[in-house]
């Protein structure tokens, strides 16, 4: 393929502002699916990404226009999927933004954008959806000129749905969007930035060829494994796989190499010819986590199969992380790092779906950093890892930036909701008479549970959300102990803040007394901080009537009987042990989520 001949780029914008259904015409108008088969949301093969109406994984795809190739890859807009969205940048040399020309610019319109100018990439902006009765593309245009720096007279409209424009935008994108640069006769040098496990050949991995060629059949080093393997198949997604005898410079396709290991090929790796192995090329910055919960299967027996389930998810989804870890009230597990709650929510999913796994997941929590007395400093993502009070120094959060664009209307209902997060406000402007930029700094573990709900809800759905971790700072922070007949219960363990722990306390107590079956003996359940009991329940005891025997007769003999039950339930409490039902783990757990 001749170089000068080819483009890549991706779609980049806000949540549902019409990357898929763009794509889906891009498909229609270069021929590359069958009339027969097309459907909506063709790039999106996921059932998740089907029944939620959203892209999780970025997918790309080969198509001939007039006398050019063009490499599309289309990216998720969620902020929690934003890791796939910094992948396929680097797979690219250019990049469609779609702003809705209803709506204007949205939080992760700013984000994407933002990310695009860092990598370098050329930007072609495009205003979607003016076929819309609510539309307003010269107004839309101004707001872009105004905050993003994008000429409005160079600006393209188009709707996705009908297909207006849609050619206009192709042969924008073969003007604007440079050719990628690569020398032909140089050593190969690959980046692989996606790949999945298939049970039959093993890794598939995703690849951007930068220099050299890539030929089937050839001998491989994966430069950061150290393995060598053999290419057994190269090709391109047309959207169908199709076989190819060799990828050049520019050109992005799939490499199966017969790979079972799946940490042989992660994303990131560079891959070379064994014989004239070419430089290293720059991977990717691991993704930080922001959220952290364990994952634990209903089924003890399944644990295996969880840890290897993860092991091939986390090769299609390098965002997370795992480790194992033991609880004692639900056995092995593994505790795992997400991007946010939508992310967690997915993978969850993900791996009960697709693996057949049943799932128990903790609260989730955030990443804290403690100071010790002794001058020490660790990193705690497990509220049961927290030290004693009386060895803490200090306890810091982390705080993230979020941006929120809302209408005019709902500034005051936003401040009061983000206030009473802790939060601080660090910006207010304008954008227009009627959006406002809002910029505030909160605390991580405040928006983690459902903040972006009640953002939602105070605002009718028109507010976007974005946020970005920040720093973290000294906060007035203790743990919070669930006490089962005087014994605590890791799983529901949990940091809070100290205004809120009495609070979270007495939530916690009343759920489990209505979950946890009655026993022999009265069991109380307590909520501590620290030494000190901050609420409690209590589960009465099961009952027996040891006077249906007396048919009247001297009250001392009930008497007697009663004191002996009594004394026997004493000792029954000193002894006994209550048994949590998974059921009411389950059931507890997904109370506090919600």
């Known amino acids: 393929m001749d170089i000068s001949r080819s483009r890549c780029f991706s779609l980049l914008s806000h949540v549902d502002h019409g990357k898929s259904t763009l794509a889906d015409r891009i498909l229609e108008l270069c021929g590359a699916v069958d009339a027969r088969l097309m459907r909506e949301q063709y790039l999106d093969t996921m059932d998740l990404e089907r029944e939620r109406g959203i892209t999780i994984k970025a997918q790309n795809v080969r198509l001939h226009w007039r006398d050019y190739w063009l490499h599309l890859i289309d990216t998720p807009g969620h902020v929690d999927f934003g890791y796939e969205v910094s992948r396929s940048l680097a797979a690219c040399e250019g990049a469609v933004l779609l702003v809705d020309a209803s709506q204007g610019i949205e939080a992760q319109t700013l984000a994407n954008c933002y990310a695009a100018l860092e990598a370098d990439l050329t930007i072609v902006g495009v205003l979607n959806k003016i076929d819309l009765p609510q539309a307003e593309p010269?107004?839309?245009?101004?707001?872009?000129?105004?905050?993003?720096?994008?000429?409005?007279?160079?600006?393209?409209?188009?709707?996705?749905k009908t297909g207006e424009g849609v050619p206009e935008l192709l042969d924008a994108v073969v003007a604007r969007i440079p050719a990628p640069t690569g020398d032909p006769d140089a050593p190969l040098r690959a980046l692989i930035f996606d790949s999945f496990y298939d049970s039959y050949r093993g890794v598939v991995s995703s690849v951007r060829v930068?220099?050299?060629?890539?030929?089937?059949?050839?001998?491989?080093?994966?430069?950061?494994?150290?393995?060598?393997?053999?290419?057994?198949?190269?090709?391109?997604?047309?959207?169908?796989?199709?076989?190819?005898?060799?990828?050049?410079?520019?050109?992005?396709?799939?490499?199966?190499?017969?790979?079972?290991?799946?940490?042989?090929?992660?994303?990131?790796?560079?891959?070379?010819?064994?014989?004239?192995?070419?430089?290293?090329?720059?991977?990717?910055?691991?993704?930080?986590?922001?959220?952290?919960?364990?994952?634990?299967?209903?089924?003890?027996?399944?644990y295996a199969d969880l840890r290897d389930a993860l092991e091939k998810l986390q090769l299609n989804d390098s965002s997370f992380t795992y480790e194992p870890e033991t609880s004692g009230a639900l056995g092995f597990g593994f505790r795992c790092g997400f991007l946010g709650l939508l992310h967690m929510e997915i993978v969850r999913e993900r791996l009960e779906r697709e693996y057949d796994l049943s799932l128990v997941a903790t609260a989730p929590n955030v990443e804290y950093r403690v100071h010790l007395t002794d001058g020490k400093v660790e990193i705690?993502?497990?509220?049961?890892?927290?030290?004693?009070?009386?060895?803490?120094?200090?306890?810091?959060?982390?705080?993230?930036?979020?941006?929120?664009?809302?209408?005019?209307?709902?500034?005051?209902?936003?401040?009061?909701?983000?206030?009473?997060?802790?939060?601080?406000?660090?910006?207010?402007?304008?954008?227009?008479?009627?959006?406002?930029?809002?910029?505030?700094?909160?605390p991580l573990a405040e928006i983690v549970m459902d903040f972006f709900d009640l953002v939602k809800s105070r605002t009718r759905g028109y507010a976007s959300l974005d946020y970005e971790?920040?720093?973290?700072?000294?906060?007035?922070?203790?743990?919070?102990?669930v006490l089962l007949n005087g014994v605590p219960v890791d799983a529901f363990s949990t940091i809070v803040h100290r205004q809120r722990a009495q609070d979270y306390g007495r939530r916690m107590t009343?759920?489990?007394?209505?979950?946890?079956?009655?026993?022999?003996?009265?069991?109380?359940?307590?909520?501590?901080?620290?030494?000190?009991?901050?609420?409690?329940?209590?589960?009465?005891?099961?009952?027996?009537?040891?006077?249906?025997?007396?048919?009247?007769?001297?009250?001392?003999?009930?008497?007697?009987?009663?004191?002996?039950?009594?004394?026997?339930?004493?000792?029954?409490k000193q002894i006994g042990r209550v048994e949590v039902p998974q059921e009411a783990f389950v059931a507890a757990l997904r109370l506090d989520e919600s």
């Open 210 to 302: 930068f220099d050299g060629s890539l030929v089937s059949g050839a001998r491989l080093r994966y430069v950061q494994a150290g393995a060598v393997h053999d290419a057994e198949e190269i090709g391109v997604r047309s959207p169908i796989p199709t076989p190819v005898a060799s990828l050049g410079p520019g050109e992005v396709g799939y490499l199966i190499a017969g790979i079972k290991e799946v940490r042989q090929a992660r994303v990131g790796e560079t891959v070379t010819a064994a014989a004239n192995p070419g430089a290293e090329l720059p991977g990717y910055r691991d993704p930080k986590p922001m959220v952290f919960c364990g994952l634990y299967p209903i089924v003890g027996d399944e």
């Open 138 to 160: 010269d107004r839309r245009a101004e707001e872009i000129e105004r905050v993003l720096g994008i000429p409005a007279d160079e600006l393209l409209r188009i709707s996705a």
């Open 510 to 572: 009343e759920r489990l007394r209505q979950l946890i079956p009655r026993q022999l003996f009265d069991v109380p359940i307590q909520a501590a901080m620290g030494g000190r009991v901050i609420a409690r329940e209590t589960v009465k005891a099961k009952r027996k009537d040891v006077l249906a025997k007396c048919y009247g007769g001297d009250v001392s003999r009930k008497r007697k009987l009663l004191d002996r039950q009594k004394e026997g339930k004493r000792r029954m």
């Open 469 to 481: 971790p920040a720093a973290y700072r000294p906060s007035d922070l203790v743990k919070v102990d």
């Open 380 to 442: 705690i993502d497990n509220p049961s890892a927290m030290p004693p009070a009386t060895h803490l120094e200090q306890v810091e959060e982390p705080y993230v930036t979020v941006t929120i664009l809302t209408p005019t209307d709902y500034v005051g209902p936003l401040m009061d909701l983000s206030q009473a997060r802790r939060g601080e406000m660090t910006k207010l402007e304008y954008l227009s008479e009627e959006r406002v930029e809002l910029v505030y700094e909160l």
